[in-house]
């Protein structure tokens, strides 16, 4: 199976800041990898699949980019809102597998 | 608006059976892949069951495959996951999810039922 890896486990930001939470494959995935961002209480919800576009009602403020194996989710002003747990995912191979999460917290 | 509404989790003993369900409203249920996600208590996400929207194709992770069965009834807007042979490392919430497109990305999910596997 592909092993997506969030070397970050915690990421500390402020309101306003730029983030990039970074996501690796262990083999090429052509750009089939989706982020998700779980708040506390809720279930997850899509942001980015093909690792660029943005799902329905997401904020322009969450980038996508990446090719490869490195994928990174970017937030060009981080909101109050925006403080969560985010998972990338491969949609490669049909044995879908998750990053363990990267969870953005206020420093 | 989608709505996805699982049931049917509680406390299991390790080699017992149980059967999720999944509600779903809001749009064209028979005409989107469907699959099962779960969240351990460790906060890790594992994909578990996919079934096409016309239920001809199903996919299992070797974790699971032999003992999950997913299941759809269009007429009924329901979703469904057959869990046996039940282990402790099954501990997790369960979340039925929309796909993308075929087995790809999770557009929308549910919000989620409790399945403990516990002597």
């Known amino acids: 199976d592909i092993v997506m890896t969030q070397s970050h486990k915690f990421m500390s930001t402020s309101v306003g800041d730029r983030v990039s939470i970074t996501c690796k494959a262990s083999?090429?995935?052509?750009?089939?990898v989706a982020w998700y961002q779980q708040k506390p209480g809720q279930s997850p919800k899509l942001l980015i699949y093909?690792?660029?576009t943005r799902h329905t009602g997401v904020p322009d403020r969450f980038t996508g980019s990446g090719s490869g194996t490195d994928y990174t989710l970017t937030i060009s002003s981080v909101q109050a809102e925006d403080l969560a747990l985010y998972y990338c995912?491969?949609?490669?191979?049909?044995?879908?597998?998750f990053g363990a999460g990267t969870k953005l917290e206020l420093k | 608006e989608v709505q996805l509404v699982e049931s049917g989790g509680g406390l299991v003993k390790p080699g017992g059976s149980l059967k999720l369900s999944c509600a779903a409203s809001?749009?064209?249920?028979?005409?989107?892949?469907m699959s099962w996600v779960r969240q351990t208590p460790e906060k890790r996400l594992e994909w578990v069951a996919y079934?096409?929207?016309?239920?001809?194709?199903?996919y299992y992770p070797d974790t699971v495959k032999g003992r999950f069965t997913i299941s759809r009834d269009n007429a009924k807007n329901t979703l469904y996951l057959q869990m046996s042979s039940l282990k402790s490392e099954d501990t997790a919430m369960y979340y039925c999810?929309?796909?993308?497109?075929?087995?790809?990305?999770?557009?929308?999910w549910g919000q989620g039922t409790l399945v403990t596997v516990s002597a």
């Open positions: 995912q491969q949609h490669y191979s049909t044995a879908l597998t």
């Open positions: 809001g749009f064209a249920f028979s005409s989107y892949d």
């Open positions: 999810a929309s796909q993308g497109a075929m087995i790809t990305w999770f557009a929308y």
């Open positions: 083999q090429d995935v052509s750009t089939a």
């Open positions: 093909w690792a660029s």
């Open positions: 079934i096409s929207s016309g239920g001809g194709s199903t």
